[in-house]
């Protein structure tokens, strides 16, 4: 039995890992979250960049106790990777979206993944001056990454 069909890059994966990865970082800023909010509002200021540097997001509040992450800039490469997958525009995507606290330090969301056009279930959280993100494919198939805090 022969199958044909497209030939999926094996690269891509990683991808998606390191914008979960991401993801997770950006909201873990909210683990330290007081009652008085004084968490979020460190957390809406924060931006963070991906361990290879070629991109950065920002998080902002994207409805009742939700944060996103937002790209503010993504080097060349990685905006030809993104169009490679079928997103054209890399800046302004919303690579974390509603991340919510599931308890303290820790946070829950979705993951989209600009080189594959699709969006996975995330989780983060923060230490010190590192976001670490793990983003997951069917449940159990699981990557990490660690974004730098840069404001």
């Known amino acids: 039995m022969t199958i044909e069909g497209p030939v999926r890059r094996t690269a891509r994966p990683r991808t998606w890992v390191m914008a979960a990865a991401g993801l997770a970082m950006l ?5 330290g979250a007081s009652a008085a909010g004084n968490g979020a509002t460190q957390l809406v200021s924060s931006e963070w960049r991906n361990p290879s540097n070629s991109v950065h997001i920002r998080i902002t509040p994207c409805g009742d106790d939700r944060m996103c992450g937002t790209v503010i800039w993504a080097s060349d490469k990685a ?5 490679r997958g079928g997103t054209e525009k890399l800046v302004g ?7 919510r606290q599931v308890a303290p330090g820790q946070y829950k969301g979705r993951v989209f993944v600009p080189d594959m056009n699709r969006t996975f279930s995330g989780q983060m959280r923060v230490q010190g001056n590192s976001m670490i993100g793990k983003g997951c494919v069917l449940g159990f ?7 730098t805090r840069i404001s």
């Not at 995507?93 to 991340?99: D, G, M, P, T, Y």
């Open 27 to 31: 909201v873990t800023p909210l683990g």
């Open 79 to 83: 905006k030809a990777d993104a169009r």
């Open 93 to 99: 995507a919303n690579l974390f979206r509603e991340f």
């Open 141 to 147: 198939i699981c990557k990490s990454q660690t974004w």
